[in-house]
């Protein structure tokens, strides 16, 4: 009997980002993916960590991450879903798109299409696809709110499609865009947007109880409890003073600009009392989107 196959696709969140095990990341899907099979040797629950392209074997599971930081739906669909295809894993997670809110190219209509695409593919070959809406990237960063409301509407846009496509497909959905973790500041590496080592535990357990009541899960659940201790105040000022500053910079040059302008006209229809408009035409993009989805497949 051949080992579970777990293949994540994903941006920085599924890579590991703010979970350091070594010189790399591991993250909540290398931590989740022990749990998927039975045989799981040492009985920790825990599959080991791997960079984007890596793969593991842990006990019954075998374990590749292809998720890249600042991935977007796009690079998704063209450089990461041939990839896993060809594994023809058995449990598959896709969680994208917020680097797509963050980009002055930002379309739900291309967003929606991308992710269909990523999903039926996988659905077609069989696979468990693992899917989850998140958190707004303005709220966690604690911007101001005339800056905050435009990404947090995209966010929003993003995570209806993926609710809607989730449901279409049978994927185990998890609710990350709200609850209690959101703001318990332990949860979460120096940088605000990434979890730390016990935010991504936290997405493991919730991923491996959805799993088990679905009975697609028959391993032991990862540990919801650090194994290394919390990085000290200096080393999280240095991280953000190195690899944080370059992670902002790259996003500052395209978001920057275009959310300075997303800002002023949320101020102008602020002051005009027409700010419920941008949400109904937020809305109404989403429904547009899907519904040309819906329209496609029905042709």
């Known amino acids: 009997m051949r080992p579970v196959r777990f293949v994540a696709l994903g941006d920085s969140l599924t890579e590991g980002v703010g979970d350091p095990v070594g010189e790399g990341w591991r993250g909540w899907a290398a931590l989740l993916a022990g749990g998927l099979g039975g045989d799981l040797g040492d009985g920790s629950g825990e599959g080991p960590g791997e960079g984007p392209g890596g793969g593991?074997?842990?006990?019954?599971?075998?374990?590749?991450?292809?998720a890249v930081s600042g991935a977007q739906t796009r690079d998704v669909l063209e450089r990461q879903l041939p990839v896993g295809l060809a594994l023809r894993p058995d449990v598959v997670s896709v969680v994208v798109g917020v680097n797509d809110t963050l980009r002055c190219t930002f379309d739900i209509h291309a967003v929606a299409s991308r992710l269909d695409a990523v999903y039926s593919a996988f659905a077609a070959q069989g696979a468990v696809i693992l899917t989850a809406c998140l958190p707004d990237p303005g709220a966690m960063l604690g911007l101001p709110g005339a800056l905050a409301r435009p990404l947090a509407r995209r966010q929003r846009a993003v995570n209806t499609v993926v609710h809607a496509l989730s449901e279409r497909y049978g994927a185990v959905h998890l609710h990350a865009a709200e609850g209690a973790w959101l703001m318990d500041r332990a949860m979460w590496s120096a940088d605000r947007l990434h979890p730390g080592e016990r935010g991504h535990r936290q997405l493991a357990v919730r991923f491996h109880a959805l799993l088990v009541e679905a009975g697609l899960a028959t391993g032991a659940a990862p540990s919801a409890e650090p194994e290394f201790p919390v990085p000290t105040?200096?080393?999280?000022?240095?991280?953000?003073?190195?690899?944080?500053?370059?992670w902002v910079a790259r996003r500052c040059t395209d978001l920057l600009p275009q959310l300075l302008t997303l800002a002023v006209d949320e101020m102008r229809h602020r002051a005009r009392g027409t700010s419920a408009g941008l949400d109904l035409r937020a809305a109404a993009s989403v429904s547009a989107a899907l519904a040309a989805l819906s329209v496609a497949e029905a042709a």
Do not use: C, H, R
Request: charged share 10%.
């Open 56 to 66: 593991a074997s842990s006990g019954a599971v075998e374990f590749t991450n292809l």
């Open 233 to 246: 105040k200096s080393a999280s000022l240095w991280w953000l003073a190195t690899a944080g500053t370059g």
